[in-house]
């Protein structure tokens, strides 16, 4: 059995801080499971935040045993901190994806995430639970990145590629929602969720069909073979299966041969709950084609959520020190779009961030390490990724391969 990573340390990340919206009235945590023994398993997944956790919902509803584990209590690292927009819409226009890949395959990836979106919700129509999913439409407005004219041709782009939408200038954006932009493109097909009760309905039904989660519990060595895997973890116990997935969210292991993806810090903000009147007809979802990049959401609270300001920084006690500095730059922004925003701040938190330089995930199977598969939704689409990722990787266990999965490929440059 070939060691995976040899002696390397595990990846260890300070991932976020300060307390995000969806810990204010978070409910308590499953029961976890510990493990003093080896044990075998058919899938050993490695991360329970919202990848770990669509990839166990998934699998257990295949019927395989499967066991995830995680250094930190489940839905609590990268997971805890999203801002839970789920687009379909990529941090790529297609007019830069088109240039970069040709038309078919952005449109065949465009397209994949709009089906991603639709399917989280129809699978929690079907689990019968609705961890506060909202379908929801998106504005993306013009910006130093796309100017209306641009987004005249993205839009032209998309429509060939069958997906939905309409620009909306200055009169129209004023009428229907109250924003006063030059233009933007409306779109229909997006959702909102709170990401941690998602992770948490998506585990409570893997673990309703038998998924054991473990936690807190370190991988600190991999092997993989052509016949069977197994991981060391730091209590000594080890544990083996016939597949090996990796959900470690931006702590990706050494061995993973991926070179087109940095760690990026990026801040967010939740007002208090704003008065009536506020909040735009039909809450869509708002980004905006900028560097730096802007978006906002509401909740069911009628809090607003802003976030983006995002930095190349690296050093989690940089990013840190930066987040009283970022709160007024998010609300100056909130102000001149909406200015009738109440701008009291009820929680403001900061995290490291994965990307890629085609702002599309690192999906499919590890090269140099068989029976091992990557799910690392990397990207502001990440959650959209996640549920992506678990469908492929379902698949590949099943013997079948998708071809979109050229375009994910984890060595791709
Ligand atoms: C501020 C912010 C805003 C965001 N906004 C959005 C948004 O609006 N929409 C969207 O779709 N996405 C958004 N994202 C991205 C999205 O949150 C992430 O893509 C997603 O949460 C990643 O989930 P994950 O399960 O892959 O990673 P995580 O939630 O980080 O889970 C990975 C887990 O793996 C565990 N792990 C790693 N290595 C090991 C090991 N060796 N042993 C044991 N356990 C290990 C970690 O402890 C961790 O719990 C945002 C991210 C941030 C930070």
New binding site residues.
């Given amino acids: 059995m070939a060691e995976a990573d040899g002696d390397e340390a595990?990846v260890q990340l300070d991932?976020?801080s300060g307390h995000s919206v969806w810990e204010i009235d978070s409910a308590p945590e499953a029961p976890r499971i510990r493990l003093d023994r080896d044990v075998e398993t058919d899938v050993v997944i490695?991360?329970?935040?919202?990848?770990?956790a669509f990839l166990a919902e998934r699998l257990t509803r295949a019927g395989r045993a499967v066991m995830v584990?995680?250094?930190?209590a489940p839905e609590?690292?990268?997971?805890a901190?999203?801002?839970?927009?789920?687009q379909w819409e990529l941090d790529a226009p297609m007019l830069e994806l088109e240039q970069r890949i040709g038309f078919g395959k952005a449109a065949a990836v465009y397209r994949r995430s709009w089906e991603s979106v639709r399917g989280i919700g129809a699978l929690l129509d079907r689990l019968g639970l609705a961890p506060d999913f909202a379908p929801r439409e998106t504005l993306y407005f013009a910006g130093t990145d796309l100017d209306p004219t641009d987004l005249r041709e993205e839009l032209a782009l998309r429509r060939r590629a069958e997906l939905p939408g309409e620009l909306l200038d200055r009169d129209g954006l004023l009428s229907r929602f109250g924003f006063d932009r030059r233009a933007a493109l409306l779109s229909t097909g997006a959702a909102e969720v709170d990401?941690i009760k998602l992770a948490r309905v998506l585990l409570d039904a893997a673990r309703s069909r038998g998924a054991r989660v473990v936690s807190p519990?370190?991988?600190e060595a991999y092997s993989t073979s052509p016949s069977s895997i197994s991981v060391r973890t730091s209590h000594g116990v080890e544990i083996h299966g016939k597949a090996l997935i990796l959900?470690?969210?931006?702590?990706m292991p050494a061995f993973v041969p991926a070179t087109i993806h940095t760690i990026a810090s990026?801040w967010?903000l939740a007002t208090k709950p704003q008065p009536p009147g506020v909040i735009w007809p039909g809450r869509a979802l708002a980004w905006e084609a900028s560097t730096p990049y802007f978006y906002l959401r509401t909740t069911l609270e009628d809090r607003i959520i802003l976030?983006g300001e995002d930095e190349e920084i690296t050093d989690a006690a940089a990013r840190d020190a930066l987040l009283p500095a970022k709160i007024p730059v998010l609300l100056a922004k909130l102000q001149k779009l909406l200015p009738a925003a109440r701008l009291d701040v009820e929680t403001a938190w900061t995290?490291?961030?994965g990307e890629t330089e085609d702002g599309l995930p690192l999906i499919g199977p590890v090269p140099g390490h068989p029976r091992c598969y990557a799910a690392f939704?990397y990207g502001?689409?990440?959650?959209?990724f996640?549920a992506m990722a678990a469908e492929l990787i379902a698949g590949l266990l099943d013997g079948r391969r998708d071809p979109i999965l050229d375009v994910l490929a984890v060595d791709r440059s």
Wanted: proline share 4%; glycine share 20%.
């Fill in positions: 595990p991932l976020r490695v991360g329970a935040g919202i990848t770990g584990l995680d250094r930190h609590t690292a990268s997971t901190a999203s801002t839970a927009l789920l990401p519990i370190l991988v959900a470690n969210g931006y702590e990026t967010a976030g995290g490291f961030f939704g502001g689409n990440g959650i959209t996640s």
